[in-house]
């Protein structure tokens, strides 16, 4: 049982960063892989990044790779999302989500949370 809560976003202009967080809770939550994932209006979910509760391994998609940086802080039970260089196509709902795998396949996530808003403007 995984209870995950994000918070985070906003509206920012094209080339600024912002900084998701994700508090999670439950007595399961260090067997498990806490990620990123997207969903655009009309598009389908996209897996962004994925980090390891317990080792802080990481997974990355490549449409972010080098803008983006998933961590962990396991003594405050929060996993962040680092987003610099922001682009009008990372307008997005993000969400914080957990998986039994250091997975890209959005799928395989179990819970989730309800979503913070990502808008970047042109």
């Known amino acids: 049982q995984v209870q995950l809560a994000e918070s985070g976003g906003g509206l920012v202009q094209a080339g600024g960063s912002l900084r998701l967080s994700c508090a999670a809770s439950g007595r399961t939550v260090s067997t498990y892989y806490i990620g990123w994932l997207r969903q655009a209006p009309g598009k389908a979910r996209e897996f962004v990044a994925v980090v390891s509760w317990r080792g802080g391994t990481t997974l990355t998609a490549d449409a972010v790779k080098g803008r983006f940086t998933i961590s962990r802080d396991s003594a405050q039970n929060a996993v962040y999302l680092q987003m610099n260089s922001l682009k009008p196509e990372d307008t997005a709902v993000y969400y914080c989500?957990?998986?039994?795998?250091?997975?890209?396949?959005?799928?395989?996530?179990?819970?989730w949370g309800q979503g913070t808003q990502v808008t970047v403007s042109s």
């Open positions: 989500a957990a998986a039994r795998a250091l997975t890209s396949n959005t799928r395989v996530y179990d819970y």
